[in-house]
């Protein structure tokens, strides 16, 4: 069953010099207990799309000026701030890119988790702590207990994360999203903590969105991905079949530059060229200054969408029928 659908969806923000739109008709989706992984250059809008679906864009002057994002049976754009409360951090929780700055360091963790079960959840403080060390525990942290009542500062980079990842399960979501969660983890932890992601999900059943940059994650722990570029979704699929048949080229040159699973992670700037800034996007398909293949068509018209016969969706002039009687190529 669908748990979440992304249609169509644009983001506006409104800034000191004036809108910008760093999504523009983005379109996903995932099922119950599916891990997606959402990749793309820095500025490509992963975040972003993760405000969108948490409801968080009207704290931040934003919001989604066109399209639907329905969960299960839910429209969320329809819903009033108190209805979000009630899915937010409860049905859908996100662990926000910076998760070492998810937890304040003046108060033991064990409390913090607590404190987050609490608001969401109507229980007791006992027994919101009973159901943090269980979650703790079925996260591999071992001694519980202690570890409980321990500091942040007391704890290493991979246990912070680890009782991160905690936060965000304790109370039983159905989707959680995990923006860019290992990054501050040397590589041996980040390994480790992906397989955690894995088996909880997994486990539990627990739909995830993956935001990452590295491709390894991707192909290691995913079943479908999503690849963003400037605010566009330029191709999507099952993982397998993308990273086996990739058709944009932005895909192709991303592949081009894949790291294996456990290696230093490789950043995806290895691409020529530069990524362009929400105020310059430009016109046409945005990829078309750094692609090879690129066309006057390119550069004058936004790409269809279109289903390959692989059954993945690219946004593309090339896979266009008109695209071989356009023989003029640009630069
Ligand atoms: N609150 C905001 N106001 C104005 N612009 C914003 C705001 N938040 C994000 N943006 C812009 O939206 C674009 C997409 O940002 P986003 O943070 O989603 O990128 P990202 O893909 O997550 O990048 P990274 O990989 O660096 O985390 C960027 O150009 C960013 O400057
Ligand atoms: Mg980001």
């Not at 480790?192 to 894995?198: G, R, S, T, V, Y």
């Amino acid at each position: 069953m669908t748990l979440l659908c992304l249609e169509n969806i644009s983001v506006e923000f409104t800034t000191r010099d004036g809108c910008v739109e760093p999504l523009n008709c983005i379109g996903f989706d995932l099922d119950d207990g599916e891990i997606l992984g959402l990749v793309g250059e820095t500025g490509s809008g992963k975040s972003v799309t993760a405000q969108a679906i948490m409801g968080l864009l009207p704290f931040l002057d934003g919001r989604v000026s066109q399209g639907r994002i329905l969960f299960k049976d839910v429209d969320l754009l329809s819903l009033s701030e108190s209805e979000y409360q009630q899915i937010r951090g409860n049905r859908i929780s996100l662990i926000s890119q910076n998760p070492m700055t998810s937890l304040d360091p003046v108060y033991r963790v064990g409390n913090q988790i607590v404190e987050g079960l609490r608001l969401h959840l109507n229980i007791s403080r006992s027994d919101a702590a009973k159901r943090a060390k269980a979650v703790m525990t079925s996260l591999g942290i071992a001694n519980s207990e202690k570890v409980f009542s321990q500091y942040p500062h007391q704890l290493s980079g991979g246990l912070k994360q680890r009782i991160v990842i905690a936060m965000g399960l304790c109370a039983d979501p159905e989707l959680l999203i995990a923006d860019e969660p290992t990054t501050a983890l040397d590589v041996t932890v980040q390994a480790q903590i992906i397989e955690l992601f894995k088996k909880t999900t997994r486990d539990r059943h627990v739909g995830l969105i993956m935001i990452t940059h590295d491709l390894g994650v991707i192909a290691h722990l995913c079943d479908k991905v999503v690849v963003m570029y400037a605010g566009t979704v330029v191709e999507r699929g099952d993982v397998a079949t993308v990273f086996k048949n990739p058709r944009h080229p932005y895909t192709l040159s991303l592949l081009g530059c894949i790291p294996t699973f456990g290696m230093a992670q490789k950043t995806l700037n290895a691409i020529p060229g530069n990524v362009p800034s929400v105020r310059t996007f430009p016109s046409g398909c945005r990829y078309h200054p750094r692609c090879f293949h690129a066309k006057p068509v390119c550069v004058k018209h936004s790409p269809e969408t279109i289903r390959t016969s692989k059954g993945t969706l690219v946004k593309c002039h090339m896979f266009s029928p008109d695209w071989r009687k356009d023989s003029e190529k640009v630069g």
